[in-house]
């Protein structure tokens, strides 16, 4: 038989930072934690006066990706860019969308007459 460990074993772990979140709700399906965002950041090779210097360029793509709906979006991020800015910007976006519909709409049921 295996020893047993005390039952008083730490519940309550230690809290370290606030990390921030990275995993949202789909606005598209309408499900809660389904969106993933991805950051991708690449290294890139400068050219500064005429010099090719090399640097590290913390900027790279967000990537968004709903594993309900498999709804995409990318999204170019700098180096103080968390994956709650690409998600913010998503919703942005959608927004824009539907008001784009919004205005589509408006537009084609007022015509006639
Ligand atoms: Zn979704």
Redesign the pocket.
């Known amino acids: 038989m295996a020893p047993r460990k005390a039952t008083t074993a730490g519940i309550c772990k230690p809290r370290k930072k606030a990390r921030l979140p990275k995993i949202f709700s ?1 606005l ?2 309408d ?1 809660n934690d ?1 969106v993933r965002v991805e950051m991708r950041r690449k290294k890139k090779t400068v050219m500064k006066d005429g010099k090719r210097t090399k640097k590290t360029v913390r900027e790279g793509v967000g990537k968004l990706q ?1 594993s ?2 498999h ?1 995409k979006f990318d999204y170019p991020i700098g180096h103080l860019s968390a994956e709650v800015d690409v998600y913010s910007a998503w919703v942005d976006s959608l927004e824009a969308q539907k008001e784009a519909k919004k205005a589509a709409v408006a537009t084609s049921t007022t015509t006639g007459n």
């Open positions: 789909c598209v399906c499900r389904v709903c309900s709906c709804v």
